[in-house]
């Protein structure tokens, strides 16, 4: 009792006070300590994680899943792409904050291998630049419980030789059904480094006095769960168009059991807009997209912003043809102009996959891709996911067209077809257009609809290309007639089918009357060299066509760049002029456009006599259709 009662004694004290007040000081800042550390981790591991997982897929996106499906560990890249790709994500590094590698992986065995990253400052300096299927000794368990879980992992916080990181490891399928991991590292600051910064916060804070503590810990506490909210809101909701991320949608079905259904829905070619008018236009046209598609929707289903150019839209217990009518409905809308400012409206075009009684999220978001990009390849609107889509079942339909176009070549049996196109002047064919043909075993013709799709991830399609180049500039070479050919982008940026077809074009004497024809939106992605190698075609006197003149992403300022020689209006527009009054609008305004500028006009896809006869009163003075002639051989057609 008397030792209690001097306790007492000594707390009433001033040194008992002083006493008092240190250790509640201490007690204070230790609490304090505690909380702000607990608090930086939390934050730490929020922020990071969607920084990390950003980076990841968008180093994936500018990839493209191309390059992983062409080379591996026994096929290396050209040394050029391989810099090329370098130097893409040495810029995607620069535009994100705090993140210092992005880079992908592959794992042989119980062996991880870098394929291809970023290099900073310090790499170079150390000279160790990035290296294709570079060994990785030290790399940590969840780059493998990623790849053979194949969910994305994120890993705690540690330190290796080259600092202190966070790093997200995202599997990522290629086109043969095997995975590669994307990744992302961020230098954090070590459990030490927070640790000594929340001391010295909460000492600081303590110093001010005890009085002002709780209510600052109350402070403190509301404005964490203010900005949980706001990271929580960016990461859930897209600020452009105000819809729930996909990221939403799987957090939200967690621990669904119910089958569900789904839409994704793409916009073709959507990159296109934003470097022809801007990313202002384009954001804004994102937004007139998700209004248009909510409109459309009804209670029973949930509309969600994918990816840049991408919507998904969640379905409850829809069958195939209720799901196929609904996304019908939403192309439909997609499809309607959208005034982009005062001066321009813009028509924007759409695929969709679908995919019906699925539990899994991740799994619902991929078979919908597989068949939103079944569509995309084979130029349909929309299709409904099914077994055969999956990548080892379509693995055996793409093997089959490659032995297909193998033997083809084998035997002669790539060959160029032409179709007629009528001069209205004289109302005689001196113009033909060269369209590429497949003869199989059995004599059956087929449409590049068919084979084209494989030939383009194969080092064959520049062999398709100039067996067509070839076959037709000899038939035409000792002609009068002119001819037409198409060329994608993937052969304009081609150095050596450039060369080859500039080599014929001199040697078959075909100066005067070869018209190239590109997609104009097919090469907004490589604008600069497009040009330049479209120069160099007309500085040899090669004509120029716009194809599809009037798709939906047609721009004046980029055409009269092109300095195209003829427009071809786009053939939906022609299919549909006499019953479709918007689109008699669209082919007016550009008959008035192309005639102010002195530019022929060329009209595909006219079918009947009603439609010639329609473009002949506009003074359209080429024509291509059935009504005209079909695509033939060369030995069944009259070629002057």
């Known amino acids: 009792m008397a030792k209690d009662k001097g306790y007492a004694l000594f707390f009433r004290t001033e040194r008992g006070l002083i006493a008092t007040l240190f250790i509640l000081y201490f007690i204070a800042t230790l609490t304090l300590t505690g909380l702000t550390f607990r608090a930086s981790q939390v ?24 390059f992983h499906d ?23 590094v620069a535009d994100l904050p705090d993140v210092e590698y992005v880079y992908s992986m592959d794992v042989v065995g119980e062996k991880a291998f870098f394929i291809v990253s970023n290099e900073t400052h310090l790499d170079l300096q150390r000279g160790t630049p990035s290296t294709f299927y570079n060994p990785y000794g030290s790399a940590p368990e969840e780059l493998f419980e990623a790849y053979h879980s194949k969910t994305a992992i994120f890993t705690p916080v540690y330190t290796n030789e080259w600092g202190t990181f966070r790093s997200a490891f995202v599997p990522t399928q290629r086109s043969d059904g095997s995975y590669f991991v994307m990744a992302a590292d961020m230098k954090v600051d070590g459990p030490n480094t927070l640790l000594m910064h929340s001391l010295e916060l ?22 964490r769960q203010r900005r949980e909210r706001e990271l929580e809101k960016e990461l859930y909701y897209d600020p452009i168009t105000g819809l729930p991320r996909i990221a939403k949608m799987e957090a939200d079905l967690a621990e669904n059991e119910q089958p569900m259904g789904g839409i994704l829905i793409n916009l073709d070619e959507f990159h296109a807009v934003n470097t022809l008018f801007g990313y202002d236009v384009g954001d804004h046209l994102l937004f007139q997209v998700a209004e248009a598609l909510r409109a459309q929707l009804p209670a029973d289903t949930t509309l969600y912003r994918s990816q840049v150019d991408e919507y998904f839209i969640l379905l409850r217990g829809y069958d195939e043809s209720r799901a196929s009518n609904l996304a019908s409905r939403l192309l439909a809308s997609v499809f309607e102009p959208i005034k982009a400012d005062d001066q321009r409206r813009i028509t924007l075009t759409a695929r969709a996959g679908i995919v019906l009684n699925e539990k899994d999220p991740v799994r619902l978001q991929h078979d919908a891709r597989e068949a939103m990009d079944e ?41 160029p077809w032409f179709q007629p196109i009528l001069d209205a002047n004289t109302g005689q064919v001196r113009h033909y257009e060269a369209l590429a043909r497949l003869l199989d075993g059995e004599n059956r013709v087929h ?81 600069d060299e ?57 082919v007016e305004a550009i008959i008035s456009f192309a005639s102010s500028l002195d530019i022929p006009l060329i009209a595909e896809f006219v079918e009947d006599e009603q439609i010639l006869d329609y473009l002949k009163a506009r003074d359209v003075r080429f024509m291509q259709g059935y009504v005209i002639g079909r695509p033939a051989p060369a030995d069944q057609l009259q070629i002057a």
């Open 530 to 586: 497009v040009l330049r190698v479209l120069k160099r075609l007309k500085e040899a006197g090669i004509q120029l066509a716009i194809d599809d003149f009037g798709s939906g992403y047609s721009n004046f300022d980029h055409m009269l760049k092109i300095d195209a020689d003829y427009l071809k209006i786009d053939g939906s527009l022609i299919r549909s002029v006499l019953g479709n009054h918007k689109a008699s609008v669209l």
């Open 202 to 223: 909460a000492a600081l804070v303590s110093l001010l006095g005890l009085a002002p503590i709780y209510p600052l810990l109350h402070l403190y506490h509301q404005l």
């Open 43 to 66: 934050e730490q591991l929020s922020q990071t994680s969607s920084t990390l997982l950003t980076a990841a897929r968008s180093g994936g996106h500018l990839i493209g899943r191309y």
């Open 447 to 527: 449409t590049p609809f068919h084979f084209l799709p494989v030939i383009r991830k194969s080092h064959l399609y520049r062999q398709l290309t100039c067996a067509i180049i070839d076959q037709s500039f000899s038939l035409f070479g000792p002609r009068s007639s002119s001819l037409s050919i198409n060329l994608t982008r993937y052969d304009l940026i081609d150095e050596e089918t450039i060369n080859y077809l500039l080599r014929e074009y001199e040697h078959q004497g075909l100066q005067g009357r070869l018209i190239i024809e590109v997609i104009e939106s097919e090469s907004i992605g490589y604008q």
């Open 70 to 92: 062409l080379y591996g560990l026994n096929r290396e890249p050209g040394q050029a792409q391989y810099r090329m790709i370098v130097a893409t994500l040495d810029q995607l």
């Open 375 to 415: 569509a995309s390849r084979n130029g349909r609107a929309l299709v409904v996911f099914n077994e055969a889509l999956r990548p080892e079942n379509r693995y055996e339909t793409n093997l089959h067209w490659l032995n297909e176009i193998n033997e083809a070549f084998r035997h002669n049996r790539v060959q």
